[in-house]
């Protein structure tokens, strides 16, 4: 899939989501990784860079940090955490809906693959067009709405994040 497909669906899919347009952009940003981590070494098409299980851990691993209310320091790497973990994990998600798939384990020659899409060809397409239609559709009658066409709403996370750094000085 193009990297254009790769950070539309992106963007889309953590708005459904309903996160924010700031961290739904981020999140779109971050969906390349899997590929760009790969760039430096072509013959090795979505190896291990494309295992679901990475960007899942990063998405525990930022949660955890999350939850744990460690520090403001902490607390700002958790969403660095989630955000690059969601990335991916949408890319690689995006990826298996293509032929040659992505690895079923870390370093396993065994692909999973639901093959409805063909990269580049008119199927990557029309699954785009279809994606933003019902993500259109989805966000204008749902109360996601506000997050995506009320970009103030982001201001939640960070008067969170403000709050919390008062708790860690005070
Ligand atoms: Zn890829």
Known sequence: ????????????????????????????????????????????????????????SLIVVGYYFYSQNISALTYNISFFLIYIGLG???????????????PLFWGSKRKIAIPIIKTKSISEYVFLLFFLTFSFLYLTNSLALNQIYLPHISNVYLTEIILKLKLVSA
């Open 1 to 56: 899939m193009t990297w254009v497909s790769h950070k539309t669906i992106s963007f889309f899919s953590a708005c459904l989501l309903g996160f924010d347009i700031i961290s739904s952009f981020a999140i779109a940003l971050s969906s390349i990784l899997p590929d760009a981590i790969e760039n430096n070494n072509l013959k090795k098409h979505r190896k291990n860079s494309h295992f679901w299980g990475i960007w899942i």
């Open 88 to 102: 991916g994990f949408f890319h690689v998600a995006q990826d298996m809906l293509t032929i040659s798939g992505v």
